[in-house]
């Protein structure tokens, strides 16, 4: 008896391997779950560039951007110039089915998109907001912080949809239309402290760890070439859980691991709620964005902060 078989015309293969140390999952558990949601998973993929994040028998997990050159020549690609490592990189484009299901038997686990549509660097299709808790054991308070981002964005006139991470925290994504990514990126920090100043003392937009004590993250920094893990993705953690959308109404009665490549797709049924959920794309208000372009950058802020901290410890 074979563990192999053929969908759409990929090979998949080693399908009873387990999937990684501690997953509690084999290969097939992955593969058939993307299969289950690929009418969810593709359409947030499309058109994007992709990073994955792998895991091989006996490694630790990695993070792969450029496509690696036995890929089939019907996996569409992008080449974008990465400024950070001064070189061009290869992007997957995950279109389809196919695309997806040889990404699975590569044993990519995690799919993270970027945050806009090849082609079109400079347009953001989202806002995002990540709701960071400083323990997995701290998730209600990620809650609180979430709600606090949702008033804050019904304050500025906007609204969003909510997903667990797949880790211990929370993505708030805002809908655009028409942004460039100064703009998104200011509106983002603009947002971010708004929210902490709701509550600064259950929320923190502090990019220092150290800095945080026992305040739940409001991370926002994912804009520009970020690249956010998508909703319906696996996580490479044990157990497998996925990155699930949820209704505002229902954040109270859920944890992040009650969705896993093992039990989401069942919960889904016929429903996606993503796209069920997610807002019509919005503008941005100026007086928000204004407001933002004045707020520092969190990690250029937290580069010159470090460097003083270290020239004071050795002074």
Known sequence: MTSDEVRDGVTLTNLDRP???GAGAAKRDLVDYLDAVRD???PVLRDRPLSV???????????QKNVPSYAPDWVRTVTVWAESSQRRVSYALCDDRRTLLWLANQRAVEYHPALVHAGHWDRPTHLVLDIDPPSAEAFPRAVGAARLVARALADAGLSGAVKTSGAKGLHVFVPLEGETTEDVAAATRALGVRAERLDPALATTAFIREDRGDRVFVDSTRSGGATVVAAYSPRVRPGVPVSFPVAWDDLDRITPGDFTVRTAARLLRDADPWADLMPEPQRLPRDLVEEGHTIPVARVQAMHEGKRRARARRG
């Open 19 to 21: 999937l990684f140390d």
């Open 40 to 42: 969810r998973i593709v």
């Open 53 to 63: 994040v792998r895991v091989r028998e006996g490694q630790a997990p990695f993070m």
